[in-house]
């Protein structure tokens, strides 16, 4: 009978690192670029990891590597290996200054300069090794967690807390709708929200993942009261928002 320590003496650890990052990457050309690998070395990885397991592990679609019912399971065990394994080989106290890790962030892109430009200063100054990725939020935050897209998510509505997400109240914001400085509704001397919904606006483009039609906060309350906007304009982009509104009438809705 086989010893434990002879049965893993036959497998290549790496290979669950491999893995882990095919789990969070969902693309041969990303993991192969994550471990500084080739495409085809990473090809080959996952032909042993599919040897080793049993299983195809990845179905390929035609938006990336969709896991097999059997990866989903590994999943769930894979992660508490490693960082086990991380915690064997680097027994010692947490060390900012010396953190190499890559963390990724989700933030609304209104909040983005607000949020993510100061937390990135902030982290330079404490952990100068550490990599910072943003990338833009989700309409549900838990499920950019669970698939493992980003580690952390700033969202704009309170979301369920659970025993696996903890979720914290970092702020708030108030909507403030803003145009240009020579806009014809400055001739007016009392400004009211049926006076902004006769103009046009442009609005931020949030999920395109999501089912359905997404609507802003904002419509969501004008609606309860009977009033609609014109959106002329979407864009995932602030910037082009911005932009697309100077020398017009229209008016875009922002955080104070």
Same mark, same amino acid.
């Given at each position: 009978?086989?010893?434990? =320590? ?11 690192? #491999? &893995?882990?990052? /095919?789990?969070? =990457? ?8 994550? @471990? ?15 040897? /080793?397991?049993?299983?195809? /592990?990845f ?8 896991p ?5 399971? &590994? ?14 080989v680097?027994?010692? +106290? ?5 953190? =190499? ?8 892109p @209104? ?23 943003e ?9 950019l &967690? ?8 700033i ?17 708030? +914001? ?5 145009? +240009? ?5 400055l ?22 993942? #999501?089912?359905?039609?997404? &609507? ?14 014109n ?6 982009? @602030?910037? +082009?928002?911005? =932009? ?13």
């Open positions: 009978m086989k010893t434990l =320590e002879q049965t893993l003496s036959r497998i290549d650890l790496n290979l669950l690192v #491999s &893995l882990s990052v /095919l789990i969070k =990457e969902k693309n041969v050309s990303r993991a192969a670029e994550k @471990l500084f690998l080739s495409q085809p070395a990473m090809s080959r990885i996952l032909g042993r990891l599919r040897e /080793l397991f049993d299983d195809p /592990l179905y390929r679609e035609s938006n990336g590597l969709q097999t019912a059997k990866t989903l399971e &590994l999943e769930e065990q894979l992660d508490a290996i490693l960082f086990s394994i991380d915690n064997l680097n027994n010692s +106290t947490f060390s900012a200054e010396s953190c =190499e890790k890559a963390f990724r962030i989700s933030t609304p @209104l909040m983005s300069k607000l949020l993510t430009a100061p937390l990135a200063k902030a982290i330079y100054e404490a952990a100068p090794k550490v990599t910072l990725e990338y833009p939020s989700a309409i549900d935050p838990i499920l &967690l669970k698939e493992s897209h980003v580690d952390f998510s969202h704009i509505k309170e979301t369920i807390v659970s025993d696996e997400y903890h979720s914290e109240k970092i702020g708030y +914001t108030y909507p403030v709708i803003y145009g +240009t400085s020579d806009h014809p509704l001739q007016k001397e009392n400004i009211t929200i049926d006076d902004c919904l006769e103009y046009s606006f442009v609005d931020l483009s949030f999920d395109i993942r #999501s089912e359905g039609e997404y &609507l802003n906060p904002i419509d969501v309350e004008l609606r309860k009261q009977g009033k609609y906007r959106i002329a304009l979407k864009s995932g982009q @602030l910037s +082009t928002l911005i =932009e697309s509104i100077k020398g017009t009438d229209r008016l875009i809705i922002g955080g104070h």
